[in-house]
């Protein structure tokens, strides 16, 4: 069973920057690519950004340019580095283990609690 941990959501001002940290464990996720997803109350959850097992990085129009993912394949941990934010940035973050197939990031079934980024003045 997949265990995900996120951490460093907090509030900050436009403009500000934030780092998102998560650990995952109970799995061999060395073959694995590993995301950020973030979801606002009452609407879908959205993929922000993802990185492939050989540690290539992928990101949503929306946050291209500000946002900057990485992972360590031996901790197993994945960040989100965000810059530049703006107020539509808001919402709770999950971090995500699964595959990079077809072309596309393919989720796994497992999630975290997720933690809050509030951005506003």
């Known amino acids: 069973q997949v265990q995900l941990v996120e951490s460093g959501g907090g509030t900050v001002q436009p403009g500000g920057s934030l780092t998102l940290s998560c650990a995952a464990s109970?799995?061999?996720?060395?073959?694995?690519?590993m995301a950020w997803y973030r979801q606002v109350s009452g609407k879908q959850r959205e993929l922000v950004a993802f990185?492939?097992?050989?540690?290539?990085?992928n990101y949503s129009d929306a946050v291209k340019g500000r946002f900057s993912i990485s992972r360590d394949n031996t901790q197993t941990t994945v960040s989100l580095q965000m810059n530049s934010l703006k107020p539509e940035d808001t919402a709770v973050y999950y971090c995500?283990?699964?595959?990079?197939?077809?072309?596309?990031?393919?989720?796994?079934?497992?999630w975290g609690q997720g933690t809050q980024v509030t951005v506003s003045s």
């Open positions: 990185i492939t097992g050989f540690g290539t990085p």
């Open positions: 995500n283990v699964g595959t990079y197939w077809s072309f596309a990031y393919r989720p796994g079934d497992s």
């Open positions: 109970g799995g061999d996720f060395s073959r694995s690519a």
